[in-house]
């Protein structure tokens, strides 16, 4: 080749490796990771193989609290070990709270959370209570401006909720109702908040043939189907469906592929007390009459703006069972 052409290649090349080293999204990982624990959901575990694996994001950090789960001994082992599935070792995680009495106080997240702010702009998927990050904004509210956005799984519209299955059955966003305090610090403190609600996915499911997938893939992709297989039959017994929605994965789908994301920007946001239309869960016996609900509507008087994702493209969820088959 004439040294010409060579040195014009090396320069296109250079360029190309950079644009993509500064393309990637630069996030930190706040999760409830339940997965390998029985009858608790895996959405998690697979969110979290799903951030760890993909070229889109730069992992600032890893931080897990209460939610799906308390036991975050169990939590921190679980993690260690997905980290070196995905051959991740390297990447520390920090424990933060146990409970939601914790709100506002400093843990080993929140110490690490704010680091992480420190050093430059930063997105934060939550994907559990967001009791870790309410907290690091209570502790340390000069470095919110670093905060760009944090995207999350809860939220509706005010006008009118869309539920799963053939009897549209209304979800409770657990992860607003176990820190309501928390969530109420982050929309009163104006945090760009992306929502990512059960509206979007309510049709997406690890089905039977996406779980065939799995099986026919890698051993990371079998392990997981293997991880999986309990949650899926939790859910062909309540709510009664071929599978399961694996919530936080679309978190993470929605740094990774935003274009698969339909979303309304500039939208306000608050928390609305509404009447209580959510099914019973085997945590929730007893439903109150209303609940407060984290509503998205251009009618809101007040709240803080952010965004409000209402659709993904139909074959998002087989992208990732086809990445996951592969890993
Ligand atoms: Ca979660």
Same mark, same amino acid.
């Given at each position: 080749?004439?040294?010409?052409?060579?040195?014009?290649?090396?320069?296109?090349?250079?360029?190309?490796?950079?644009?993509?080293?500064?393309?990637?999204?630069?996030?930190?990982?706040?999760?409830?990771?339940?997965?390998?624990?029985?009858?608790?959901?895996?959405?998690?575990?697979?969110?979290? /193989?799903?951030?760890?694996?993909?070229?889109?994001?730069?992992?600032?950090?890893?931080?897990?609290?209460?939610?799906?789960?308390?036991?975050?001994?169990?939590?921190?082992?679980?993690?260690?070990?997905?980290?070196?599935?995905?051959?991740?070792?390297?990447?520390?995680?920090?424990?933060?709270?146990?409970?939601?009495?914790?709100?506002?106080?400093?843990?080993?997240?929140?110490?690490?959370?704010?680091?992480?702010?420190?050093?430059?702009?930063?997105?934060?998927?939550?994907?559990?209570?967001?009791?870790?990050?309410?907290?690091?904004?209570?502790?340390?509210?000069?470095?919110?401006?670093?905060?760009?956005?944090?995207?999350?799984?809860?939220?509706?519209?005010?006008?009118?909720?869309?539920?799963?299955?053939?009897?549209?059955?209304?979800?409770?966003?657990?992860?607003?109702?176990?820190?309501?305090?928390?969530?109420?610090?982050?929309?009163?403190?104006?945090?760009?908040?992306?929502?990512?609600?059960?509206?979007?996915?309510?049709?997406?499911?690890?089905?039977?043939?996406?779980?065939?997938?799995?099986?026919?893939?890698?051993?990371?992709?079998?392990?997981?189907?293997?991880?999986?297989?309990?949650?899926?039959?939790?859910?062909?017994?309540?709510?009664?469906?071929?599978?399961?929605?694996?919530?936080?994965?679309?978190?993470?789908?929605?740094?990774?592929?935003?274009?698969?994301?339909?979303?309304?920007?500039?939208?306000?946001?608050?928390?609305?007390?509404?009447?209580?239309?959510? /099914?019973?869960?085997?945590?929730?016996?007893k439903r109150s009459k209303t609940k407060d609900f984290v509503v998205a509507s251009p009618h809101l008087q007040n709240?803080?703006?952010?965004?409000?994702?209402?659709?993904?493209?139909?074959?998002?969820?087989?992208?990732?069972?086809?990445?996951?088959?592969?890993?």
């Amino acid at each position: 080749m004439n040294k010409n052409i060579s040195l014009k290649l090396l320069l296109f090349f250079s360029i190309l490796v950079s644009f993509t080293v500064h393309s990637k999204e630069r996030v930190w990982l706040d999760y409830d990771l339940a997965m390998g624990k029985k009858l608790a959901d895996v959405d998690d575990g697979l969110a979290l /193989i799903s951030a760890l694996t993909s070229n889109e994001i730069e992992i600032a950090g890893l931080s897990f609290g209460f939610g799906n789960i308390n036991d975050l001994q169990f939590m921190e082992r679980e993690t260690i070990k997905i980290l070196h599935k995905v051959g991740r070792s390297e990447l520390p995680s920090y424990r933060g709270a146990e409970d939601k009495y914790q709100l506002g106080r400093s843990t080993d997240a929140t110490e690490a959370i704010a680091s992480a702010l420190r050093k430059g702009p930063l997105k934060i998927l939550a994907l559990g209570r967001m009791t870790n990050i309410a907290s690091t904004i209570i502790l340390h509210p000069e470095l919110k401006a670093n905060i760009q956005e944090v995207v999350v799984n809860f939220g509706r519209r005010l006008e009118y909720e869309v539920g799963v299955g053939a009897k549209n059955m209304i979800m409770p966003d657990t992860n607003v109702d176990g820190d309501k305090d928390a969530t109420k610090v982050l929309i009163d403190q104006k945090i760009p908040l992306t929502l990512i609600p059960t509206e979007l996915m309510h049709d997406q499911l690890m089905n039977k043939q996406r779980m065939n997938v799995l099986r026919n893939g890698t051993p990371i992709a079998r392990w997981m189907r293997r991880e999986s297989l309990i949650w899926k039959f939790v859910w062909r017994i309540y709510p009664g469906m071929d599978g399961f929605i694996p919530w936080d994965v679309f978190v993470i789908g929605y740094l990774t592929d935003p274009d698969d994301f339909s979303c309304l920007s500039n939208i306000p946001i608050a928390i609305q007390n509404l009447p209580n239309n959510t /099914i019973r869960t085997l945590r929730i016996r007893k439903r109150s009459k209303t609940k407060d609900f984290v509503v998205a509507s251009p009618h809101l008087q007040n709240g803080s703006i952010g965004k409000y994702c209402y659709d993904v493209t139909d074959d998002h969820l087989d992208k990732w069972v086809f990445r996951w088959s592969n890993l």
